[in-house]
């Protein structure tokens, strides 16, 4: 059977009534006070949470002019993805030479329409089999590098997280090493097709790859001096029940009865208090004296 809180008085089924029998005490609204009180520390305590989150949040986009920078550098790369990055020329009996120039667009339509089976038996080819696998590695990761450009980017909502540096200069090592491998493996492509049909293609990059490779490497460098800078976040001061939030902590840490910190909360609250009455009073106090002084000056010229 249930027992009473406040007296350890064991309740029977007939005492039906919200006060206990034995001590009287409201069953019903005992300790109600300090439920409450707990629940207004746990809705505080995730305010200074979700605080904490926005302040590096804030941090990571304006905190500083480097920050700024870093904005505009993470979105150089995907700009870089819109101009030539390659060109392929072909031609043929009875085709007319045609030169295409790849970019990221370009790219999009070309996987979008891209017949996998053929490339795979492209690949086993004895003739063009080397050369076609370094077009599909090379494919393969100048696309992966294109989706680390946009992870970091978005990565930069968390740049000032507890892993936040380290991690978006692995996302810029990752882009830079995949767009290199990519290189690599579109000339391997390029070398190979080209020596089976020397008169018929031949491929080359353009200038926008480079351009890519340098905004990654700008964007890398940018990121690596920031974590060295480890420039500081700036933290809105929080309070719990008036108490500093890092203070609470500590003495949440130090095993401080809750009983002893929701009186400390009353007494700064109660401060607080009696600090805006105080103002308020000394406020209507100089509107009188101002009142006093003004209804004086009239009665003086009359």
């Given at each position: 059977?249930?027992?009473?809180?406040?007296?350890?008085?064991?309740?029977?089924?007939?005492?039906?009534?919200?006060?206990?029998?034995?001590?009287?005490?409201?069953?019903?609204?005992?300790?109600?006070?300090?439920?409450?009180?707990?629940?207004?520390?746990k809705?505080?305590?995730?305010?200074?949470?979700?605080?904490?989150?926005?302040?590096?949040?804030?941090?990571?986009?304006?905190?500083?002019?480097?920050?700024?920078?870093?904005?505009?550098?993470?979105?150089?790369?995907?700009?870089?993805?819109?101009?030539?990055?390659?060109?392929?020329?072909?031609?043929?009996?009875?085709?007319?030479?045609?030169?295409?120039?790849?970019?990221?667009?370009?790219?999009y339509?070309?996987?979008?329409?891209?017949?996998?089976?053929?490339?795979?038996?492209?690949?086993?080819?004895?003739?063009?089999?080397k050369?076609?696998?370094?077009?599909?590695?090379?494919?393969?990761?100048?696309?992966?590098?294109?989706?680390?450009?946009l992870?970091?980017?978005?990565?930069?909502?968390?740049?000032?997280?507890?892993?936040?540096?380290?991690?978006?200069?692995?996302?810029?090592?990752?882009?830079?090493?995949?767009?290199?491998?990519?290189?690599?493996?579109?000339?391997?492509?390029?070398?190979?097709?080209?020596?089976?049909?020397p008169?018929?293609?031949?491929?080359?990059?353009?200038?926008?790859?480079?351009?890519?490779?340098?905004?990654?490497?700008?964007?890398?460098?940018?990121?690596i001096?920031?974590?060295?800078?480890?420039?500081?976040?700036?933290?809105?001061?929080?309070?719990?029940?008036?108490?500093?939030?890092?203070?609470?902590?500590?003495?949440?840490?130090?095993?401080?009865?809750?009983?002893?910190?929701?009186?400390?909360?009353?007494?700064?609250?109660?401060?607080?208090?009696?600090?805006?009455?105080?103002?308020?009073?000394?406020?209507?106090?100089?509107?009188?004296?101002?009142?006093?002084?003004?209804?004086?000056?009239?009665?003086?010229?009359?």
């Amino acid at each position: 059977m249930a027992k009473c809180p406040n007296c350890g008085y064991s309740l029977k089924l007939t005492d039906w009534r919200p006060d206990c029998p034995k001590c009287g005490i409201n069953l019903v609204y005992y300790g109600l006070d300090e439920r409450l009180q707990e629940e207004a520390d746990k809705a505080e305590i995730e305010h200074v949470r979700v605080q904490k989150k926005i302040d590096r949040l804030k941090a990571s986009f304006v905190g500083s002019p480097f920050a700024i920078i870093r904005i505009f550098l993470s979105l150089l790369p995907i700009g870089a993805l819109m101009l030539p990055l390659c060109s392929v020329t072909y031609s043929g009996p009875f085709i007319e030479q045609t030169t295409s120039k790849i970019n990221a667009i370009s790219l999009y339509n070309l996987v979008s329409s891209l017949d996998f089976d053929s490339l795979i038996t492209m690949t086993g080819s004895k003739l063009v089999g080397k050369g076609f696998t370094g077009y599909a590695v090379s494919l393969i990761c100048v696309l992966l590098s294109a989706v680390m450009v946009l992870v970091s980017l978005f990565a930069l909502i968390a740049a000032n997280g507890p892993k936040g540096k380290i991690r978006n200069i692995i996302n810029n090592c990752v882009s830079i090493a995949l767009a290199v491998v990519s290189i690599v493996f579109f000339l391997s492509f390029s070398s190979n097709i080209s020596s089976v049909f020397p008169e018929f293609f031949s491929a080359s990059l353009q200038f926008g790859i480079f351009i890519y490779l340098l905004a990654l490497a700008l964007l890398l460098g940018i990121n690596i001096l920031i974590a060295v800078k480890n420039i500081p976040v700036k933290y809105k001061q929080c309070y719990i029940g008036g108490i500093p939030s890092e203070e609470y902590d500590e003495m949440v840490a130090n095993g401080v009865p809750l009983e002893e910190i929701h009186a400390k909360m009353d007494k700064i609250l109660a401060e607080r208090e009696a600090e805006r009455v105080a103002e308020i009073q000394r406020k209507a106090a100089e509107k009188k004296a101002k009142e006093d002084e003004e209804l004086a000056r009239k009665a003086g010229k009359k």
